[in-house]
């Protein structure tokens, strides 16, 4: 199984659990957003289309920030050109 493949089923489960939080509970709400890394952004849009939860993520060298300045633009850039709604910065 390649890795794109399963980093989809991880996004996806990730997702699944972000919009029920506890499946047989239907009184608990759903999060405000989950955070993938940049590179996952799209992936998790698909997943969470139309349920109100948004798609959060990490940027600039998550997580040790330890890289060049041009490549956190980049980064950063490249996540919210994917459909981040935020952009988690450490």
């Not at 996004?11 to 996952?40: E, Q, S």
Request: positive net charge; contains cysteine.
């Amino acid at each position: 199984m390649g890795n794109s493949i399963l980093s989809w089923r991880r996004v996806r489960a990730l997702c699944v659990k972000a919009m029920r939080p506890m499946p047989g509970d239907p009184t608990i709400p759903h999060v405000a957003a989950v955070c993938v890394y940049p590179a996952m952004v799209a992936d998790a849009k698909e997943a969470l289309r139309g349920s109100g939860v948004h798609v959060a993520s990490v940027a600039t060298g998550f997580p040790s920030g330890q890289t060049f300045r041009d490549i956190k633009l980049a980064e950063t850039r490249a996540a919210v050109e994917a459909g981040a709604d935020e952009i988690d910065m450490v």
